[in-house]
């Protein structure tokens, strides 16, 4: 079309209205009797030069949707907050650790706008069961164990899990590519994407107080959430990084099949951190993203961080590591080896890592036989979500660290 034409603006908004037309007919194919090749309804058409719409706006804030079998899945770049992204049928006026809060004390709760809200969604503690998290902060409860995660630090993704098991896929190996004839065969290669199942799985913490602390603290709803969000969030970046796959936890980064590694590191060096920076990029893994972080023990973090020249100096870090967030955690340990004093680096691309979340994770406040006894309240926090490396070859595992 002509360029003058197309900037009319009674052009374009002809052109928007087609545009708007064809979306709803094809995006309301099952409900018009038209039916795909699969049998289903016609997915929503959205055409480019659209610029109305919530998926766009959502991106705009580090969020896909994608379109499931069953209903639309969610995935999050690492800041963004799924609280902003699931809608609910009612939007809470207060936060989450005050409505725990005022749902503990009852009409004992100053907070009178909590107090309201836990009236409303029926969530006052009053019989022997307790409690269970309104639908409308679940968002703010994965929300609330990613912000501990050092894995969310360093850029992992979220995606929503519709179903306890979701089927997704990853990348086993690049492409072979080649120059080519006219008429010559496409070079063969193996497979470049396999099937990967996230399978949803439970972790679960207990905490318990005294009756007396949670009617006499104004701020203990906001220091349980911290409690027991630091409690799973160490667990979730443990199984995330080194899980086994085994005994009931998602497999993690250093036992995935294909990741790249680097044996018997000894004491950690810079030239170490460079060593495996190389093999990143050696595994065509972008240098902005190689070069963002690397998690390991606080053991190792002290180490990198002390090192000296023989004239007892600091080490700088070369140029190639001026941008690398050196991360510690307690989820890597320095038990490893023989002689259980070994410890590992990761580094990496951790956009490829995804966490898949079930939004029926929660948190609990029960009242058990312990209240009866000796007036102690019991609280349950737990979530489900299951970890797939998307790209095995985006991650270095530096092992036989010492020191």
């Not at 969604?121 to 009053?126: A, E, N, R, T, Y």
């Not at 870090?317 to 038990?335: F, K, Q, V």
């Not at 691309?349 to 948190?363: C, K, N, P």
């Amino acid at each position: 079309m002509d360029k003058g034409l197309a900037a009319d603006p009674k052009v374009e908004a002809a052109l928007s209205g087609l545009h708007s037309t064809i979306g709803n007919i094809l995006g309301h194919g099952e409900e018009k009797g038209i039916r795909d090749a699969r049998g289903g309804g016609m997915r929503p058409f959205i055409h480019p030069g659209a610029t109305k719409g919530s998926h766009r706006d959502l991106e705009k804030k580090g969020v896909k949707v994608h379109h499931g079998e069953h209903g639309e899945v969610f995935e999050l770049k690492a800041g963004a907050r799924l609280a902003d992204v699931i809608e609910t049928k009612e939007t809470p006026d207060v936060p989450m650790e005050r409505w725990l809060a005022a749902a503990m004390l009852g009409d004992r709760c100053e907070d009178k706008a909590a107090l309201q809200f836990a009236n409303e969604v029926k969530s006052l503690s009053g019989g022997t069961t307790g409690v269970l998290l309104p639908a409308s902060f679940q968002g703010q409860w994965v929300d609330n164990l990613r912000n501990f995660m050092v894995l969310e630090a360093s850029g992992m993704t979220t995606a929503t899990m519709l179903n306890r098991t979701v089927s997704s896929s990853r990348v086993v190996s690049d492409p072979p590519v080649g120059w080519r004839a006219e008429g010559a065969a496409l070079v063969a290669g193996d497979p470049t994407f396999e099937l990967q199942n996230l399978v949803a799985k439970t972790l679960a913490v207990r905490v318990q107080s005294t009756a007396e602390l949670a009617y006499d603290s104004p701020d203990f709803g906001s220091q349980l959430l911290q409690v027991m969000g630091r409690a799973l969030a160490h667990e979730i970046d443990r199984v995330g990084l080194v899980g086994t796959g085994t005994a009931d936890q998602p497999r993690g980064i250093v036992n995935t099949p294909g990741i790249q590694s680097i044996a018997a590191v000894g004491s950690p060096t810079h030239q170490d951190m460079v060593a495996g920076l190389q093999r990143l990029l050696e595994a065509n893994v972008p240098l902005e993203m190689s070069e963002r972080n690397a998690i390991m023990s606080p053991r190792t973090w002290g180490t990198l961080a002390s090192l000296q020249a023989t004239d007892e100096q600091p080490i700088m870090r070369p140029r190639a590591l001026e941008n690398m967030a050196y991360r510690p955690t307690n989820s890597i340990t320095n038990d490893l080896g023989a002689g259980e004093d070994e410890s590992q680096i990761i580094m990496g691309d951790f956009s490829d890592l995804v966490m898949g979340v079930r939004m029926e994770a929660s948190v609990e406040a029960l009242r058990l036989q312990s209240f009866a006894e000796s007036l102690r309240l019991e609280f349950v926090g737990w979530t489900r979500l299951d970890f797939m490396v998307r790209r095995p070859a985006s991650f270095c595992v530096l092992n036989g660290v010492t020191a």
